[in-house]
């Protein structure tokens, strides 16, 4: 089967631009996840969709972070304005029996 | 509050030699406890998990860990390293509720190095 698909792989963007990522889980997966994990750390949670129904953001910053999930597949996250500390790597992952499964993450760098 | 240790940010060993990855974990409740390994530029890939079941647990590529409640400990052990077991590994922590998985948590992970 084919696994979670993640684009970009890479981005690079100024501090206080705008940047969106995009996810597509395995097929049939109806929980999703975003990770952020910055260099030398392990991934942190940032949200949890069920379906398009969000489970848990409590750690997403909302003043500059946002998600959808509009049609219960795809999702997107977005950061507006960015800041020098979200550099990291933005990880998706799906799950359908608790299971996670990963996609290869894009790599955000903010100059 | 779940969390997890793992012990060493670094661990080097020559191959065919055994590996030891430690990790220690906390969880207010019955927990769920996973490894997985990051190869650069690839996801996340789980090598094993532990929910309840056996303590011994064997995951892919002749790994294994034991789950010891009195030393709240969950090490990864293989018996002889191989070139490509070169990656970061990360001990996770989640608690259960029922059938239900909580949310992960990571550790900050091990970078494992091995000398030919």
């Known amino acids: 089967e084919a696994g979670v698909a993640q684009s970009p792989r890479y981005k690079i963007i100024e501090k206080r631009q705008s940047v969106a990522f995009w996810c597509n889980p395995i097929?049939?997966?109806?929980?999703l996840y975003w990770y952020q994990q910055i260099l030398g750390q392990g991934p942190k949670l940032l949200i949890q969709f069920q379906n398009n129904g969000v489970v848990d953001d409590s750690q997403l910053p909302k003043d500059r972070f946002s998600a959808e999930r509009l049609k219960g597949v795809d999702s997107t996250l977005k950061i507006q304005p960015a800041k020098l500390e979200d550099s990291a790597v933005y990880l998706c992952?799906?799950?359908?029996?608790?299971?996670?499964?990963f996609g290869p993450g894009t790599r955000l760098t903010v100059t | 509050a779940q969390s997890v240790t793992q012990l060493d940010s670094h661990v080097s060993v020559s191959e065919g030699t055994p590996v030891l990855l430690r990790c220690n974990y906390s969880?207010?409740?019955?927990?769920?406890l996973f490894w997985y390994v990051q190869h650069p530029n690839k996801g996340l890939q789980l090598l094993l998990k532990?929910?309840?079941?056996?303590?011994l647990v064997k995951g892919i590529n002749g790994f294994e860990a034991e789950f010891k409640k009195s030393e709240t400990s969950f090490h990864l052990t293989k018996p002889s390293a191989h070139m490509s077991d070169a990656a970061e590994y990360f001990c996770?922590?989640?608690?259960?509720?029922?059938?239900?998985?909580?949310?992960?948590?990571f550790g900050r992970g091990t970078q494992l190095t091995v000398w030919p």
């Open positions: 992952a799906s799950s359908l029996r608790g299971e996670q499964y």
């Open positions: 097929s049939g997966h109806a929980t």
């Open positions: 532990y929910t309840s079941a056996a303590t």
């Open positions: 996770v922590v989640s608690d259960r509720r029922g059938s239900t998985l909580g949310r992960l948590y």
């Open positions: 969880s207010s409740y019955s927990p769920s």
